[in-house]
Every structure is written in structure tokens, then in C-alpha cells.
């Protein structure tokens, strides 16, 4: 199985900091790879999919790049909105492994 | 809109079985896959498993290979999740999510189903 590692776990930003969070696969993943902003007491929203798209609706402030082992979400200049839980996700056929998470927390 | 509504919150005894279910609305049904994820308290997601809404097919994480069962029925557009055999740390938030095969990635997510294992 694929193993995903997300990093940092837990990361202190300030408003309008730009912010980047890494997720590394044990192989290849090329590009499927999505990205998911979690708040507290809710589901999960869906941000970035295959790696580099937005999903309607989302804020051009996020941002997803990558290939091959890594990718990156960046958060181009962090809203107070923006304060959340984030995980990365590979998905194949056979499974959809996600993250550990990145707490972005305020500084 | 697209919604996916889960049942409500359920209490059972170790080694009982849970059946959680998830009506679809807003899209047609068969036309995308549903997926099952978990989050213990204070944890991170883990993805359970997926069924196929048009053809049933399923497909497990390995570490719920015998404990789960996923099913639909298509007259009501409604998934259905069973775990038997619960246990304490089977206590966790459940939630299903419309699987998009063509953009690998959960687009839609129901509002989550506590699920709490105690004596």
C-alpha cells in the first residue's frame, strides 16, 4: 500500500502569511492527489483535486501543485477564515489514503 | 442542491453491530460512487470503503475486511454502512462522501453520524 506522510503537523501563521503544506507518498502518486480544509464539528470540504485543481467555489488563494511523490497546497495570504485542519488525500483504485493533517493555527 | 443527509447519532454495546445510512438528493444516484470515512475524537480521517451505486461493487480498507458491509438501494438513493462486531475504539464520527472516480476525490460529504461504542 501507499503510505502518505503530510508535514508540518501543526503550523503558527498570521494573517496574510503565505503557507504551504506538503504531503509525500512512499511512491509515485503522479497526480491523485486532493486536497480537504476540515473546521471543527464539520465534514471535511473539498479544496484541490488531481493535484492542481480548484474546486468551484474555493478561493483562488489556495493553490495545489506536485507530481510524482509530493505535492503542495500553498495558501497564498492566509484569511482568518483560513484557520482550520488540512489533509491530503491519494486516491486509486483500490484506496483513498489520506493524511495525517496540518493544523494551521493562529501566531 | 446535492446533499447527502446521514441518520442520527447511535450508542451501542461492544460487540453489537451499527447500520448507518446516507440519502442522496439533488443528482442522480448512479451516476457517481459513494465512499465511507471515519474520524475517531480528536483524530485524523480514515477511509473505510466505497461502493459502487450502479453496480454494487465494493471495495474495503483492509483493516475492515470481515467487520463491514456497504449497500445501496437505488429506489430511495440511499448508501447504507454496516460494522459489526464493535468495539470501544470503533467510537468515531462516520461520514459518507460522493466519490468522483474521473476527478479522484470526495466532493460532497454528508454531516457526519456519531457512532458511540459503550458498556
Known amino acids: 500500500d501507499i503510505q502518505v506522510t503530510q508535514s508540518p503537523s501543526t503550523l503558527s501563521a498570521s494573517v496574510g502569511d503565505r503557507v504551504t503544506i506538503t504531503c509525500r507518498a512512499s511512491?509515485?502518486?503522479?497526480?491523485?492527489l486532493a486536497w480537504y480544509q476540515q473546521k471543527p464539528g464539520k465534514a471535511p470540504k473539498l479544496l484541490i483535486y488531481?493535484?492542481?485543481h480548484l474546486q468551484g467555489g474555493v478561493p483562488s488563494r489556495f493553490s495545489g501543485s506536485g507530481s510524482g511523490t509530493e505535492s503542495t497546497l500553498t495558501i497564498s495570504s492566509l484569511q482568518p477564515d483560513d484557520f482550520a485542519t488540512y489533509y491530503c488525500?491519494?486516491?486509486?483504485?483500490?484506496?483513498?489514503?489520506f493524511g495525517q493533517g496540518t493544523k494551521v493555527e493562529i501566531k | 442542491q446535492v446533499q447527502l443527509v446521514q441518520s442520527g447519532a447511535e450508542v451501542k454495546k461492544p460487540g453489537a453491530s451499527v447500520k448507518v445510512s446516507c440519502k442522496a438528493s439533488?443528482?442522480?444516484?448512479?451516476?457517481?460512487?459513494l465512499s465511507w470515512v471515519r474520524q475517531a475524537p480528536g483524530q485524523g480521517l480514515e477511509w473505510v470503503g466505497w461502493?459502487?451505486?450502479?453496480?454494487?461493487?465494493?471495495s474495503y480498507t483492509q483493516k475492515f475486511q470481515g467487520r463491514v458491509t456497504m449497500t445501496t438501494d437505488t429506489s430511495t438513493s440511499t448508501a447504507y454502512m454496516e460494522l459489526r462486531s464493535l468495539r470501544y475504539d470503533d467510537t468515531a464520527v462516520y461520514y459518507c462522501?460522493?466519490?468522483?472516480?474521473?476527478?479522484?476525490?470526495?466532493?460532497?460529504w454528508g454531516q457526519g453520524t456519531l457512532v458511540t461504542v459503550s458498556s
Open positions: 511512491q509515485s502518486i503522479s497526480s491523485w
Open positions: 439533488g443528482y442522480t444516484f448512479s451516476n457517481y460512487g
Open positions: 488531481k493535484a492542481s
Open positions: 462522501a460522493r466519490d468522483r472516480i474521473a476527478m479522484a476525490s470526495f466532493d460532497r
Open positions: 461502493i459502487s451505486t450502479s453496480k454494487g461493487n465494493t
Open positions: 488525500q491519494h486516491y486509486n483504485s483500490f484506496s483513498r489514503t
